[in-house]
């Protein structure tokens, strides 16, 4: 399975449940090379971004770190027949979500305006243009300024004003993708997800990660702004509009023993919750940036039957990643460990790998003699 990561739209909670999943089921998980924590976002996705001393020689059964999309190189390391899903959200409540945890007021040099969204939306490409020139650069966050689940989903800017192009573009994420959850939808999301793919209803339990601690529902945007979000998100706002349409529809084919699955799932998921996390509220520093999200403990009275599946469901992708590195090191620790079990599945050939890596080279190699761009 592939999970395509966007922005601010709960995934890094997907993550968990995805890594969780490999992990306890001794699946193979593709990592970004070392040194990374991610595919090289904000380029398309490229097997080089790939660890593949770590696969040693293998594709992967699961990758769930933030990429951008591009189905043929993501193809050459993943295992035949793989699943793809992602996750959306209500676009305005993505963008502003965006625009504040990834800091965008003080790329823009709007820190010390008192409505630094509106401000920007009377002038995007004026206030975009001087962030340039100032900094004689584009920051990497800062191509999730527009339609950023669109931009995750690989889609080039050029085409953000472009109905037919986009119409085509969701057209194709909708026959690439086996599943498109939605953030607003979260339990309905994940228990769709336990159905689709057969999966226990354990699989699929979480605490969110990830959360803006200063957040504040309360504080709800005006719908002159909300309409101007919108405007300047419109790729966005029809991308979600699409899959909110056929989300429900896939709900409504499970019929209404859906329903029964989604009330077990939050029961079971409270009784986990309360097992698992310590009843005082922690903050850390989001990775890379200023702000503080919330942050879970492990509740100290867990008992030992569970204290081991609580602590990988708190394990966060940072942490989730720098583990994968050691567990996945070819012939030694856990892997020598695994071999000398008889429990090693090896790949029906160990060079198929990187065979894929070659033949995809020599197709982008001819593609680009005969003037092919992408």
């Not at 509106?118 to 962030?131: A, D, Q, V, W």
């Not at 520093?285 to 200023?290: H, I, K, V």
């Amino acid at each position: 399975m592939v999970f395509l990561k966007t922005h601010k739209t709960g995934s890094s909670t997907i993550t968990n449940i995805l890594n969780r999943y490999a992990d306890l089921r001794e699946l193979r998980v593709a990592l970004p090379a070392t040194g990374f924590y991610r595919f090289r976002w904000p380029m398309q996705f490229n097997w080089a971004a790939v660890d593949l001393w770590r696969l040693n020689g293998e594709t992967a059964n699961v990758l769930c770190n933030h990429a951008r999309y591009h189905r043929p190189a993501l193809n050459v390391v993943m295992k035949n027949n793989t699943k793809y899903i992602t996750i959306l959200r209500n676009p305005v409540d993505q963008w502003e979500s965006t625009f504040n945890y990834m800091e965008f007021p003080s790329y823009l040099n709007l820190s010390n305006d008192e409505t630094p969204m509106e401000t920007f939306l009377s002038n995007p490409h004026g206030y975009l243009r001087k962030m340039a020139s100032r900094l004689k650069s584009f920051p990497e966050s800062m191509n999730l300024i527009r339609n950023g689940m669109f931009f995750d989903l690989g889609m080039p800017p050029r085409f953000y004003e472009d109905k037919k192009a986009i119409k085509r573009e969701i057209e194709k994420i909708d026959g690439d993708f086996s599943l498109v959850l939605l953030m607003e939808y979260f339990d309905e999301s994940l228990v769709l997800l336990k159905r689709e793919f057969c999966w226990d209803l354990d699989d699929i339990l979480y605490v969110k990660f990830n959360q803006r601690q200063d957040r504040n529902e309360t504080n709800r945007l005006s719908e002159q702004l909300m309409k101007k979000i919108r405007a300047w998100n419109a790729a966005d706002v029809l991308l979600y509009e699409y899959f909110n349409q056929t989300f429900w529809e896939k709900i409504k084919s499970h019929g209404v023993a859906f329903y029964k699955d989604l009330e077990d799932f939050r029961i079971e998921n409270a009784k986990m919750q309360e097992k698992c996390v310590a009843d005082e509220e922690a903050t850390e520093r989001a990775f890379q940036l200023n702000g503080k999200i919330k942050s879970f403990q492990l509740n100290p009275s867990v008992d030992q039957y569970n204290r081991y599946f609580c602590q990988k469901m708190l394990t966060n992708e940072i942490q989730y990643i720098n583990y994968f590195r050691y567990k996945f090191i070819p012939y030694k620790g856990y892997q020598k460990q695994l071999i000398a079990e008889g429990n090693f599945r090896a790949s029906a050939g160990r060079k198929e790998l990187f065979w894929r890596i070659k033949t995809f080279q020599k197709i982008q190699f001819n593609r680009g003699h005969r003037g092919w761009t992408h």
